[in-house]
């Protein structure tokens, strides 16, 4: 594993907050310290790299209650991995403040979800940090660019 790679302690620092975290019985099952957190930005992280970043659109719980099996396959091996590795993954909420340009409320989480996933090149994610930028970083490190 790449030892460069923005990881929960860059997510603190930035402003997410601990919430929870991932655990395995027969299924991942998260685990979660307030269940009242909505429309945020959530992020699931270890002390190497962060994993995943995606807004919750509503309910957190709600969110993660659908799982991640059948909707985005990458993050929900993550998980398995890490977990049966005995790698913690922690959960993580980011709530921006608001904006309102012209008396108009701006979506901020909408447009920090890929900025931000670019940022702590989020490993499980398909959009920012996706597939090729995480292929061409681990290329450019071995050869040394």
Known sequence: MRTDLPNLNDLLTFG????????I???????????????VLYAFATEEYVGYIGKSEGNLKKRLIK???SINNLV???IC??????????IL??????????????????????PLAKKFKSQWNNQGYGMID??????KQQIGI
Request: hydrophobic share 35%; charged share 20%.
């Open 134 to 139: 995480r292929v061409v970083d681990d290329i």
């Open 93 to 114: 909420y980011y709530n921006p403040e608001s904006v309102t340009y012209m008396n108009i409320a701006i979506d901020i989480i909408s447009g920090l979800e890929i």
């Open 16 to 23: 997410f907050k601990e919430c929870g975290y991932w655990t």
């Open 25 to 39: 019985q027969k299924i991942p099952t998260f685990r979660l310290n307030e269940n009242s957190i909505s429309n």
């Open 67 to 69: 799982g991640y099996e």
């Open 81 to 90: 991995q890490n977990i049966e590795n005995l790698v913690d993954v922690i």
């Open 76 to 78: 929900y091996k993550g």
